[in-house]
């Protein structure tokens, strides 16, 4: 038991945070009310060919209203997607098809279904609830030269998810992620997860994501372009009302 309580103090004193501590500090951030900005999404399958989409999108608290618009191709051009995330019901996903002039609801037990073919499901277009997963602090580990601690996440009983388990790593010093694996029910690595910042009006920007799907040998890459932050974004623009308008 002494031996133990060593141990225990050795771990406390290495990494300082608890894993509730570190996930609070990564929430506690100052990031923009809002952003705009255009995306590129590139999908490659196992053969190394490619496909190409150009997107534009509107966000607002920290992702918890988002609406994406395809502007090409032009067989996936005017499809939108409109998600308003919820503390105390089911997050709200919506997508606008114009080929069958109808707006489709995604389910909560569709969540697991990929985003216009691309390897991140519509569970990856969500933000973690911190109340919805047990979080600890498993390791630390130098990635891209910075200091990282390895975060594990682990969905509560009651919570329905695709995966078992993610591990992130985070930068101690900025609080973002750099790096997640994600884990299938089986226990097996499904995703390999990449992501890249630039400091824009003293923020922490995402430039880029990159999402590799392990098992099926297939990835996306998101690419943001022509970022603007702060510009107002009003609630009334999350609305189904302008799924079905392009914008100029």
């Not at 009651?158 to 078992?164: A, D, F, K, L, Q």
Request: charge should be neutral; glycine fraction near 4%.
């Amino acid at each position: 038991m002494k031996n133990l309580a060593i141990i225990i103090i050795i771990i406390s004193w290495m990494f300082g945070l608890t894993g509730d501590e570190l996930v609070q500090k990564m929430e506690d951030r100052i990031t923009p009310k809002d952003s705009k900005v255009d995306m590129v999404m590139t999908l490659t399958n196992k053969k190394g060919k490619t496909r190409e989409s150009s997107l534009r999108s509107a966000t607002k608290d920290d992702g918890a209203k988002q609406i994406i618009w395809f502007l090409s191709p032009a067989d996936d051009k005017g499809v939108s997607f409109l998600k308003i995330e919820h503390d105390d019901k089911d997050d709200e996903m919506r997508m606008w098809l114009p080929a069958f002039k109808k707006i489709r609801r995604i389910s909560a037990s569709k969540r697991s279904d990929s985003f216009m073919g691309s390897d991140m499901s519509y569970e990856d277009m969500s933000t973690r609830q911190s109340n919805e997963f047990k979080f600890k602090i498993i390791g630390s580990e130098i990635f891209k030269d910075a200091s990282c601690y390895l975060l594990e996440s682990k969905p509560k009983e009651h919570i329905r998810t695709e995966y078992s388990q993610h591990i992130t790593w985070v930068d101690s010093t900025l609080f973002v992620p750099l790096k997640e694996e994600s884990y299938d029910k089986m226990g097996k690595i499904i995703k390999e997860k990449y992501f890249t910042y630039t400091v824009i009006n003293e923020y922490q920007i995402l430039t880029e994501i990159q999402v590799t799907n392990i098992q099926k040998n297939h990835s996306t890459t998101l690419t943001f372009n022509n970022i603007e932050l702060d510009r107002g974004v009003e609630d009334s623009y999350f609305h189904e009302r302008y799924l079905k308008r392009l914008p100029k």
